[in-house]
């Protein structure tokens, strides 16, 4: 079956300092990976989406980037982070229809 | 463009009682639909979704959702809510071409025992 991994689970980084988080699926091969963003337990933002390797798609210009070094391999980084870069970060994959999301990493940004 | 209303921020039911939590959305094709559950600082559930076929589709803990295609809703259903359904509930759709979802702002339910 297939698993979804999110490293760390929580984060607490002061501003300007750079930031490094990880998503990695297991059991299944060439997935749709999404990163969003959740703010205050509400609605969820698309950060950036990838159909493969090496493929990153945008969603909003910020002060965030996307990589993907491997197939199975999803990173979300920063260089600087802002107060408002502070949230809860979930990734997913796409399996047929649907998405499945990891367990997400609350990031607090001080 | 597509995006998903949830008129609702809150739902209070007592235990027992019939679940209702309201979506509407907008495509400008062929919606596919999705119902999400989250609990505190979890990252989201998959429930259910639509397609395509017959318009009531069941999913998972007993839920069930309508999509209706003249009202442009796809509302989540269960018949007898429990305590353990009190939870943050997110309608998607995205359109039949599209790789991207779009989310609703999410309905808090709770059930009071």
């Known amino acids: 079956s297939q698993t979804i991994h999110q490293w760390p689970a929580t984060l607490v980084q002061p501003v300007g300092s750079p930031l490094s988080l990880e998503c990695t699926v297991e059991?299944?091969?060439?997935?749709?990976l999404y990163w969003y963003r959740q703010a205050a337990g509400r609605g969820l933002q698309l950060l950036f989406y990838?159909?493969?390797?090496?493929?990153i798609s945008s969603e909003v210009p910020q002060n965030l980037s996307a990589s993907r070094p491997q197939d199975r391999q999803f990173i979300l980084s920063s260089k600087k982070l802002l107060l408002s870069d502070s949230g809860f970060y979930l990734c997913?994959?796409?399996?047929?229809?649907?998405?499945?999301f990891g367990p997400g990493t609350r990031l607090t940004v001080t | 463009a597509q995006s998903v209303a949830q008129p609702e921020d809150q739902v209070n039911v007592a235990e027992g009682n019939p679940l209702t939590v309201k979506c509407t959305y907008s495509?400008?094709?062929?919606?596919?639909l999705f119902w999400y559950v989250q609990y505190p600082n979890r990252g989201l559930q998959f429930l259910l979704k639509?397609?395509?076929?017959?318009?009531l589709v069941k999913g998972s803990y007993g839920f069930e959702a309508e999509f209706n295609k003249s009202q442009t809703s796809f509302h989540l259903k269960k018949p007898s809510a429990l305590v353990s359904d009190s939870a943050l509930y997110f309608c998607?759709?995205?359109?039949?071409?599209?790789?991207?979802?779009?989310f609703g702002a999410g309905t808090t339910v709770t059930v009071r025992a």
């Open positions: 997913a994959w796409k399996h047929s229809y649907e998405q499945y």
């Open positions: 059991g299944t091969s060439n997935p749709n």
């Open positions: 990838s159909v493969g390797i090496g493929q």
């Open positions: 495509v400008s094709g062929n919606p596919y």
């Open positions: 639509y397609i395509t076929g017959d318009n």
């Open positions: 998607a759709v995205r359109d039949e071409g599209d790789y991207k979802l779009s």
